[in-house]
């Protein structure tokens, strides 16, 4: 599964930022996709996952402001990001587990400064 994801940028803070996430096969054949992000010194950590089956998980620091969504016509999903806040700033990348493996995009750079 090759993996390009998109929409990363500069944005101030309480600012939104949406990115997509295109997946070189058809998602709803995926097990679950979802987006990681890392900052500088810091671990890569979960943000969201969305299953095959619709199902959502949230990290407790971005419930209420994250939502992950997909369109499966154009094999694609997406991560809107509202109110962002400064510790909100990393690089993001797009996963997808399928066949009991992990596949990842390039990653895209979230910086929120004013």
């Known amino acids: 599964v090759q993996l390009q994801a998109s929409g990363g940028g500069l944005v101030q803070p309480g600012g939104s930022l949406r990115l997509s996430c295109t997946a070189s096969?058809?998602?709803?054949?995926?097990?679950?996709m979802g987006w990681y992000r890392q900052a500088p010194g810091k671990q890569r950590e979960l943000v969201t996952t969305?299953?095959?089956?619709?199902?959502?998980k949230y990290a407790d620091s971005v419930k209420g402001r994250f939502t992950i969504s997909r369109d499966n016509a154009k094999n694609t999903v997406y991560l809107q990001m509202n109110s962002l806040k400064p510790e909100d700033a990393a690089v993001y990348y797009c996963?997808?587990?399928?066949?009991?493996?992990?596949?990842w995009g390039q990653g895209t750079q979230v910086t929120v400064s004013s």
């Open positions: 996963n997808a587990y399928y066949l009991l493996a992990n596949y």
């Open positions: 096969r058809n998602i709803l054949n995926i097990n679950a």
């Open positions: 969305i299953t095959s089956g619709g199902s959502t």
